[in-house]
Protein backbone atom coordinates (compact mmCIF):
# COMPACT_ATOMS: atom_id res chain seq x y z
CA UNK A 1 0.00 0.00 0.00
CA UNK A 2 1.14 3.22 -1.04
CA UNK A 3 2.07 5.96 1.86
CA UNK A 4 2.57 9.84 1.69
CA UNK A 5 4.81 11.32 3.87
CA UNK A 6 5.00 15.38 3.34
CA UNK A 7 7.94 17.58 4.53
CA UNK A 8 9.42 21.28 3.52
CA UNK A 9 6.91 23.51 5.57
CA UNK A 10 8.12 25.85 8.05
CA UNK A 11 7.52 29.78 8.50
CA UNK A 12 7.78 32.46 5.72
CA UNK A 13 7.53 35.87 5.60
CA UNK A 14 4.70 36.85 3.44
CA UNK A 15 6.06 37.35 -0.15
CA UNK A 16 8.72 34.33 0.51
CA UNK A 17 8.49 31.41 -0.77
CA UNK A 18 8.61 27.43 0.05
CA UNK A 19 8.77 24.17 -1.68
CA UNK A 20 6.92 21.39 -0.01
CA UNK A 21 7.80 17.75 -0.80
CA UNK A 22 5.90 14.60 -0.56
CA UNK A 23 8.08 11.04 -0.35
CA UNK A 24 5.83 8.50 -1.91
CA UNK A 25 6.21 4.71 -1.03
CA UNK A 26 4.85 2.09 -3.05
CA UNK A 27 4.89 0.45 -6.50
CA UNK A 28 1.59 2.50 -7.87
CA UNK A 29 2.99 5.84 -7.04
CA UNK A 30 4.16 6.64 -10.77
CA UNK A 31 0.18 5.71 -12.17
CA UNK A 32 -1.26 7.74 -9.69
CA UNK A 33 -2.82 10.83 -9.65
CA UNK A 34 -1.40 13.35 -7.36
CA UNK A 35 -2.42 16.23 -5.30
CA UNK A 36 -2.17 19.09 -2.54
CA UNK A 37 -4.98 20.11 0.04
CA UNK A 38 -4.58 22.61 2.76
CA UNK A 39 -6.72 23.03 5.63
CA UNK A 40 -6.69 26.18 7.99
CA UNK A 41 -8.21 26.16 11.76
CA UNK A 42 -11.74 26.96 11.72
CA UNK A 43 -11.82 26.14 7.99
CA UNK A 44 -13.07 23.20 5.35
CA UNK A 45 -10.10 21.53 3.92
CA UNK A 46 -9.30 23.29 0.23
CA UNK A 47 -7.95 22.00 -3.10
CA UNK A 48 -4.69 23.46 -4.20
CA UNK A 49 -3.18 21.83 -6.67
CA UNK A 50 -3.14 18.06 -9.14
CA UNK A 51 -1.06 16.49 -11.26
CA UNK A 52 -2.08 13.12 -13.36
CA UNK A 53 0.31 10.46 -13.51
CA UNK A 54 2.98 11.94 -16.02
CA UNK A 55 2.47 15.63 -15.28
CA UNK A 56 1.28 16.12 -18.22
CA UNK A 57 -1.41 17.70 -17.10
CA UNK A 58 -2.31 19.96 -13.60
CA UNK A 59 -4.94 22.25 -12.42
CA UNK A 60 -5.17 24.82 -9.76
CA UNK A 61 -6.98 26.41 -7.19
CA UNK A 62 -8.37 29.95 -8.03
CA UNK A 63 -6.70 31.23 -4.96
CA UNK A 64 -3.07 30.15 -6.03
CA UNK A 65 -3.09 29.95 -9.82
CA UNK A 66 -0.61 31.75 -11.02
CA UNK A 67 1.56 31.68 -7.43
CA UNK A 68 2.12 27.63 -6.89
CA UNK A 69 3.55 25.39 -9.28
CA UNK A 70 3.08 21.36 -8.87
CA UNK A 71 5.22 18.77 -10.24
CA UNK A 72 6.50 15.23 -9.58
CA UNK A 73 9.57 12.97 -10.10
CA UNK A 74 8.12 9.50 -10.45
CA UNK A 75 11.67 8.19 -10.52
CA UNK A 76 11.94 9.59 -7.15
CA UNK A 77 8.45 8.48 -6.09
CA UNK A 78 7.91 12.13 -5.67
CA UNK A 79 5.52 14.66 -6.05
CA UNK A 80 6.46 18.92 -5.03
CA UNK A 81 4.73 22.01 -4.51
CA UNK A 82 6.92 25.18 -5.44
CA UNK A 83 4.74 27.91 -3.41
CA UNK A 84 5.63 32.24 -4.42
CA UNK A 85 4.53 35.26 -3.65
CA UNK A 86 3.40 33.70 -0.33
CA UNK A 87 0.44 35.41 2.05
CA UNK A 88 -0.55 35.25 5.14
CA UNK A 89 -3.86 33.76 3.89
CA UNK A 90 -1.86 31.14 2.67
CA UNK A 91 -0.99 29.64 6.51
CA UNK A 92 -2.72 26.43 6.58
CA UNK A 93 -2.05 22.44 7.23
CA UNK A 94 -0.94 21.06 3.93
CA UNK A 95 -1.80 17.42 2.76
CA UNK A 96 -0.37 15.60 -0.15
CA UNK A 97 -3.30 12.99 -1.70
CA UNK A 98 -3.29 10.07 -3.97
CA UNK A 99 -6.68 9.51 -5.71
CA UNK A 100 -7.68 6.88 -8.24
CA UNK A 101 -7.88 9.52 -11.31
CA UNK A 102 -7.04 13.21 -11.67
CA UNK A 103 -10.41 14.16 -11.79
CA UNK A 104 -10.75 12.60 -8.41
CA UNK A 105 -7.84 14.35 -6.72
CA UNK A 106 -9.51 17.34 -7.57
CA UNK A 107 -13.53 16.57 -6.43
CA UNK A 108 -13.13 14.49 -3.54
CA UNK A 109 -11.98 16.13 -0.04
CA UNK A 110 -12.52 12.88 1.66
CA UNK A 111 -11.66 9.31 0.32
CA UNK A 112 -7.92 8.35 -1.62
CA UNK A 113 -5.29 8.73 0.39
CA UNK A 114 -3.60 10.82 2.30
CA UNK A 115 -0.37 11.81 4.48
CA UNK A 116 -0.14 13.34 7.74
CA UNK A 117 0.38 16.99 6.62
CA UNK A 118 2.78 19.77 7.27
CA UNK A 119 2.71 23.32 8.51
CA UNK A 120 2.57 26.15 6.37
CA UNK A 121 2.91 29.77 8.24
CA UNK A 122 3.18 32.93 6.28
CA UNK A 123 3.82 35.76 8.74
CA UNK A 124 2.95 39.72 7.74
Same mark, same amino acid.
Given at each position: @?????????????????????????????????????? @???? %????????????????? =????????? /??????? %???? =?? @????? %???????? =?? %?????????????????????? @?? /????
Amino acid at each position: @QVQLVESGGGLVQAGGSLRLSCAASGRTFSSSAMGWFR @QAPG %KEREFVAAINWNGGRTY =YGDSVQGRF /TISRDNA %KNSV =YL @QMNSL %KPEDTAVY =YC %KSDSSFLAVIQRTSGGLWGQGT @QV /TVSS
